[in-house]
């Protein structure tokens, strides 16, 4: 809008065009979805429940209500997947009550009465916890019964408080952190355990990757306690909408479930904005390049191809501009740092257009929400919010879960949440009733913002994606073992109801061979290892070794970070000795890391210097091992499994100001790390990578050095490495996955990476049995390589593989796939479509900020073509000759002179 004008208030209703037409200064390009209203689909309560709860009710149900609640009446297990705010608390709340009433009323007393009715209520976190409380509570107060619901979890007060918890209570509410640990005492929850014939798990599809295989396993053990006391429980999982509902419920509880996502609720009419910020200048004060001390993480290189204000500026600025018309505001943050920052840059956002914002006592209650406030804290925040007296609040995803706050007038997203169930959950908290709600969401510029941004249909479109969980993975498996041998002895019962026969009898004797398990099948299975082995468990990993975080001797206790423990591979990339982290503000140096004894740990203090810390990263995979394929076209697809070596061996200094390197290369004295884990990998056909290399020939990357750099196979390298980022890039586009938990290698070698027919002849100490060994060393890793490569009988085909980046695996890398075609997809879409104008692209197509080699080389055409080749599509991407347009099939093996030396090492 001009900028002589203050802008008009509204107090009624806002529209998105009232929000671009308003906005001061240059609102950049935005894009008006209409989501259209939702009537309710209603059945009269008495239908499904009997007259006194349904007169109590006092309205009728939401057909999906009613549809679940039926389905419980028939002992079927139910998964409620509908959207934000369609009361699905309600679902679970009516059935406890329902067997409450059949169970003839309250359960025990502390005299030892006979159980009735009990429930487990399990949320993922405490402050939902506490929330659903209150809600159960006045359900069953509205209802007349006197049902007793009682938290139970870390901060409930020991002793008496706890035994009376056990004793007395209708419905427990804890979390799967809490359940692990209660598991060992369960002959103190023998009665509520004996009773219970309901567990609810809330907000299930929060649980995928490593912590929905913990509570996989957590849940299988809860049921064979429950079994022991005789109980037999029914299931219900609440969902938000995601791709496959069924198979994940049962990848969780290992037993059918009935789905339930046809949405009777009703909902009103919604403006989506989705909005591009504009081109950065530098008359704007706040858009300068982030900092790590401003977000709480690193910097990245990639920033100066990022021309475009970032979100985590333009997205204050929307939130200041929504809360001054008159709309309650929630804006959805990706940190705490950023939570707390937004706060900051929304004031400042008001000072700066004063000319615009006219009314200094305008919609000013702003405050920041997230976990590391104090509980009184975050609960005055929520009632503001319920009540109308805070005007916004700037928040983690701690508001995405099912918190009673009530319903705002608009939602603003910094930047795309990750996936589309996220994305719609956010957005479900605007909409009051059937009133029009105002969504925006304000891209950044990395690759899943600027596909959904230029992609408007894709939120939009009846899928969404899958929620993965796994039970495959061997060292979470073990972990539970040894567990569920500690609460009950294991035994032929177990086998194939468990875990099957000789899965379950490996794990047994791996444990009794470290003197942790004694005894058979046949006989039982006891424990025998250090007392409770539920501690051990950490619900977010799969290996138990983990690093505590320790301060410094002599350092006030008060700069304490009180950080998770870290995962082993993250200490060798993020902590070792000399790295400066960022955490919640505040910068930590590592003086030292201890990885022997009792408890790894690594030792931080607090310092202020004008740098942080990068590890630079060597990765390449080695044999790879396929346990299935298939064809794409003329293209081979395999999943497997397969060892990936990386190596942290030197660290970079960059200046937080400017990004400039203090330091570089300073070794870090770590070997390199192997990682077991599961990938997948696509072969290309060699008349595909022939033509590839005659087109893109005369392209050539000045830095590159070695036998690459003066190859022909540059720019078609440069494809296969551009390929490999899109394809982790927009993996969470149809999966609930963070490409932060997937790895990535394109190689022209890939026949070398892969488990060797016959064993090499020697290592690097003259051994014959040099294959069975993971190298110690990229250089011994790569030595093996060129040896293999050289043994092939004909040239090694090129290709890429994707890996989950956690020991074991997570399950990720084998839905890649199964889903690989639309992955492909999207990942070839999203580079033809983006306006870089770059070969080499940009943050938003194919650069990626966690890549080892430095996003060189990079060839977006050459990955279109790649792309296209395996989709079966004619290329578009370059004017082909009649001479491209075949192969000769008789010479197509051969690496002609005219073709030039073909690397064996490259790999990206």
């Given at each position: 809008?001009?900028?002589?004008?203050?802008?008009?208030?509204?107090?009624?209703?806002?529209?998105?065009?009232?929000?671009?037409?308003?906005?001061?200064?240059?609102?950049?390009?935005?894009?008006?979805?209409?989501?259209?209203?939702?009537?309710?689909?209603?059945?009269?309560?008495?239908?499904?429940?009997?007259?006194?709860?349904?007169?109590?009710?006092?309205?009728?149900?939401?057909?999906?209500?009613?549809?679940?609640?039926?389905?419980?009446?028939?002992?079927?297990?139910?998964?409620?997947?509908?959207?934000?705010?369609?009361?699905?608390?309600?679902?679970?709340?009516?059935?406890?009550?329902?067997?409450?009433?059949?169970?003839?009323?309250?359960?025990?007393?502390?005299?030892?009465?006979?159980?009735?009715?009990?429930?487990?209520?399990?949320?993922?976190?405490?402050?939902?916890?506490?929330?659903?409380?209150?809600?159960?509570?006045?359900?069953?107060?509205?209802?007349?019964?006197?049902?007793?619901?009682?938290?139970?979890?870390?901060?409930?007060?020991?002793?008496?408080?706890?035994?009376?918890?056990?004793?007395?209570?209708?419905?427990?509410?804890?979390?799967?952190?809490?359940?692990?640990?209660?598991?060992?005492?369960?002959?103190?929850?023998?009665?509520?355990?004996?009773?219970?014939?309901?567990?609810?798990?809330?907000?299930?599809?929060?649980?995928?990757?490593?912590?929905g295989m913990h509570v996989a396993w957590t849940l299988r053990r809860l049921k064979r306690v429950?079994?022991?006391?005789?109980?037999?429980?029914?299931?219900?999982?609440?969902?938000?909408?995601?791709?496959?509902?069924?198979?994940?419920?049962?990848?969780?509880?290992?037993?059918?479930?009935?789905?339930?996502?046809?949405?009777?609720?009703?909902?009103?009419?919604?403006?989506?904005?989705?909005?591009?910020?504009?081109?950065?200048?530098?008359?704007?004060?706040?858009?300068?390049?982030?900092?790590?001390?401003?977000?709480?993480?690193?910097?990245?290189?990639?920033?100066?191809?990022?021309?475009?204000?970032?979100?985590?500026?333009?997205?204050?600025?929307?939130?200041?501009?929504?809360?001054?018309?008159?709309?309650?505001?929630?804006?959805?943050?990706?940190?705490?740092?950023?939570?707390?920052?937004?706060?900051?840059?929304?004031?400042?956002?008001?000072?700066?257009?004063?000319?615009?914002?006219?009314?200094?006592?305008?919609?000013?209650?702003?405050?920041?929400?997230?976990?590391?406030?104090?509980?009184?804290?975050?609960?005055?925040?929520?009632?503001?919010?319920?009540?109308?007296?805070?005007?916004?609040?700037?928040?983690?995803?701690?508001?995405?879960?099912?918190?009673?706050?009530?319903?705002?007038?608009?939602?603003?997203?910094?930047?795309?949440?990750?996936?589309?169930?996220?994305?719609?959950q956010q957005i479900g908290r605007a909409g009051r009733g059937t009133e029009r709600a105002l969504?925006?969401?304000?891209?950044?510029?990395?690759?899943?913002?600027?596909?959904?941004?230029?992609?408007?249909?894709?939120?939009?479109?009846?899928?969404?994606?899958?929620?993965?969980?796994?039970?495959?993975?061997?060292?979470?498996?073990?972990?539970?073992?040894?567990?569920?041998?500690?609460?009950?002895?294991?035994?032929?019962?177990?086998?194939?109801?468990?875990?099957?026969?000789?899965?379950?009898?490996?794990?047994?004797?791996?444990?009794?061979?470290?003197?942790?398990?004694?005894?058979?099948?046949?006989?039982?299975?006891?424990?025998?290892?250090?007392?409770?082995?539920?501690?051990?468990?950490?619900?977010?990993?799969?290996?138990?070794?983990?690093?505590?975080?320790?301060?410094?001797?002599?350092?006030?206790?008060?700069?304490?970070?009180?950080?998770?423990?870290?995962?082993?591979?993250?200490?060798?990339?993020?902590?070792?000795?000399?790295?400066?982290?960022?955490?919640?503000?505040?910068?930590?140096?590592?003086?030292?890391?201890?990885?022997?004894?009792?408890?790894?740990?690594?030792?931080?203090?607090?310092?202020?210097?004008?740098?942080?810390?990068?590890?630079?990263?060597?990765?390449?995979?080695?044999?790879?091992?396929?346990?299935?394929?298939?064809?794409?076209?003329?293209?081979?697809?395999?999943?497997?499994?397969?060892?990936?070596?990386?190596?942290?061996?030197?660290?970079?200094?960059?200046?937080?100001?400017?990004?400039?390197?203090?330091?570089?290369?300073?070794?870090?004295?770590?070997?390199?790390?192997?990682?077991?884990?599961?990938?997948?990998?696509?072969?290309?056909?060699?008349?595909?990578?022939?033509?590839?290399?005659?087109?893109?020939?005369?392209?050539?990357?000045?830095?590159?050095?070695?036998?690459?750099?003066?190859?022909?196979?540059?720019?078609?390298?440069?494809?296969?490495?551009?390929?490999?980022?899109?394809?982790?890039?927009?993996?969470?586009?149809?999966?609930?996955?963070?490409?932060?938990?997937?790895?990535?290698?394109?190689?022209?070698?890939?026949?070398?990476?892969?488990?060797?027919?016959?064993?090499?002849?020697?290592?690097?100490?003259?051994?014959?049995?040099?294959?069975?060994?993971?190298?110690?060393?990229?250089?011994?890793?790569?030595?093996?390589?060129?040896?293999?490569?050289?043994?092939?009988?004909?040239?090694?085909?090129?290709?890429?593989?994707?890996?989950?980046?956690?020991?074991?695996?997570?399950?990720?890398?084998?839905?890649?796939?199964?889903?690989?075609?639309?992955?492909?997809?999207?990942?070839?879409?999203?580079?033809?479509?983006?306006?870089?104008?770059?070969?080499?692209?940009?943050?938003?197509?194919?650069?990626?900020?966690?890549?080892?080699?430095?996003?060189?080389?990079?060839?977006?055409?050459?990955?279109?073509?790649?792309?296209?080749?395996?989709?079966?599509?004619?290329?578009?991407?370059?004017?082909?000759?009649?001479?491209?347009?075949?192969?000769?099939?008789?010479?197509?093996?051969?690496?002609?002179?005219?073709?030039?030396?073909?690397?064996?090492?490259?790999?990206?």
């Open positions: 809008m001009d900028g002589t004008d203050a802008p008009p208030t509204h107090d009624g209703e806002l529209t998105a065009n009232d929000v671009i037409e308003t906005f001061p200064g240059d609102p950049g390009e935005a894009t008006i979805v209409d989501v259209p209203a939702r009537e309710a689909s209603t059945v009269p309560a008495r239908d499904v429940l009997r007259p006194r709860l349904a007169e109590a009710l006092g309205h009728d149900l939401y057909s999906h209500q009613d549809a679940a609640l039926r389905a419980l009446a028939r002992d079927e297990n139910v998964c409620v997947a509908t959207s934000t705010a369609s009361g699905k608390t309600l679902v679970y709340g009516l059935a406890i009550a329902r067997r409450y009433l059949d169970a003839g009323g309250p359960a025990t007393t502390l005299d030892g009465v006979d159980r009735g009715s009990t429930a487990l209520v399990v949320y993922p976190t405490k402050a939902l916890s506490r929330d659903q409380e209150r809600e159960l509570n006045d359900l069953y107060e509205t209802l007349g019964l006197d049902v007793t619901v009682r938290v139970y979890d870390g901060d409930t007060e020991r002793g008496e408080t706890r035994r009376e918890i056990r004793e007395t209570a209708d419905v427990v509410i804890t979390n799967f952190a809490g359940v692990n640990t209660y598991l060992h005492d369960h002959d103190r929850w023998a009665g509520f355990y004996g009773a219970c014939d309901l567990v609810v798990i809330d907000e299930s599809h929060t649980y995928t990757g490593v912590h429950l079994g022991y006391y005789g109980a037999d429980p029914g299931y219900v999982l609440t969902s938000a909408t995601i791709g496959n509902p069924d198979a994940h419920s049962r990848g969780l509880i290992d037993e059918p479930v009935t789905v339930v996502d046809d949405d009777g609720s009703p909902r009103g009419p919604r403006d989506l904005v989705l909005w591009n910020p504009p081109r950065a200048s530098s008359e704007d004060g706040d858009a300068v390049p982030q900092t790590q001390a401003e977000t709480g993480t690193e910097t990245d290189d990639d920033a100066e191809h990022a021309d475009r204000l970032p979100a985590s500026v333009d997205a204050p600025r929307l939130f200041s501009h929504l809360t001054y018309h008159g709309a309650q505001t929630l804006l959805f943050t990706p940190s705490r740092k950023l939570a707390e920052l937004s706060i900051e840059r929304a004031g400042r956002a008001r000072e700066r257009w004063s000319g615009y914002y006219t009314d200094p006592e305008r919609g000013t209650d702003l405050r920041a929400y997230h976990a590391g406030h104090a509980r009184n804290t975050r609960h005055a925040t929520e009632q503001g919010l319920k009540t109308g007296t805070i005007d916004g609040v700037a928040s983690t995803n701690a508001l995405e879960l099912g918190l009673n706050i009530g319903a705002m007038d608009a939602t603003v997203q910094l930047g795309y949440p990750g996936q589309r169930q996220a994305f719609w969504s925006v969401l304000a891209a950044d510029h990395r690759t899943l913002d600027q596909y959904v941004v230029s992609n408007p249909t894709y939120l939009t479109e009846s899928d969404v994606e899958d929620a993965v969980v796994d039970t495959e993975n061997d060292a979470v498996f073990a972990t539970h073992v040894r567990c569920a041998a500690d609460e009950l002895a294991l035994d032929q019962t177990d086998a194939d109801s468990f875990a099957e026969r000789e899965r379950l009898e490996s794990a047994i004797e791996l444990w009794r061979r470290a003197g942790q398990l004694s005894g058979r099948l046949e006989t039982g299975v006891s424990y025998t290892g250090p007392p409770r082995p539920q501690s051990t468990v950490s619900m977010y990993a799969t290996a138990g070794e983990e690093y505590a975080v320790r301060l410094a001797d002599g350092v006030d206790a008060r700069h304490d970070p009180e950080m998770e423990p870290l995962a082993r591979e993250r200490v060798f990339r993020d902590f070792h000795e000399g790295a400066v982290r960022f955490h919640e503000g505040r910068q930590y140096e590592v003086t030292d890391v201890v990885h022997e004894g009792a408890q790894p740990h690594v030792v931080v203090q607090p310092v202020d210097v004008d740098y942080y810390t990068r590890t630079n990263r060597e990765v390449t995979v080695l044999d790879a091992e396929a346990e299935r394929s298939r064809e794409i076209g003329d293209f081979v697809l395999h999943h497997g499994t397969g060892t990936v070596l990386s190596y942290y061996g030197t660290y970079d200094q960059v200046r937080i100001e400017g990004g400039g390197k203090r330091r570089q290369n300073v070794p870090t004295g770590l070997p390199a790390l192997p990682m077991e884990t599961q990938l997948c990998w696509i072969e290309v056909p060699n008349d595909v990578e022939v033509r590839l290399v005659d087109r893109y020939g005369d392209f050539a990357v000045p830095e590159l050095d070695g036998e690459l750099g003066e190859s022909v196979h540059v720019g078609y390298a440069g494809g296969l490495h551009a390929a490999e980022h899109a394809t982790i890039g927009v993996a969470p586009l149809e999966l609930m996955v963070d490409k932060r938990d997937l790895g990535g290698l394109a190689t022209l070698s890939l026949d070398a990476h892969l488990t060797a027919a016959t064993p090499d002849p020697a290592g690097d100490d003259g051994s014959s049995d040099a294959s069975i060994r993971t190298p110690d060393s990229i250089a011994a890793a790569e030595a093996r390589i060129r040896s293999r490569a050289d043994d092939l009988e004909r040239p090694p085909a090129s290709g890429w593989f994707i890996y989950d980046g956690v020991e074991g695996g997570l399950g990720f890398s084998r839905a890649i796939y199964e889903e690989f075609e639309s992955i492909a997809e999207r990942a070839r879409a999203l580079i033809a479509g983006c306006d870089c104008g770059r070969v080499d692209g940009c943050p938003a197509c194919i650069m990626d900020d966690q890549c080892g080699n430095d996003n060189r080389p990079l060839h977006g055409e050459a990955a279109i073509d790649v792309l296209d080749a395996l989709l079966g599509q004619t290329s578009t991407t370059s004017e082909s000759t009649a001479d491209e347009g075949t192969v000769n099939e008789d010479t197509a093996d051969e690496v002609t002179p005219e073709r030039g030396h073909r690397p064996t090492l490259f790999y990206s």
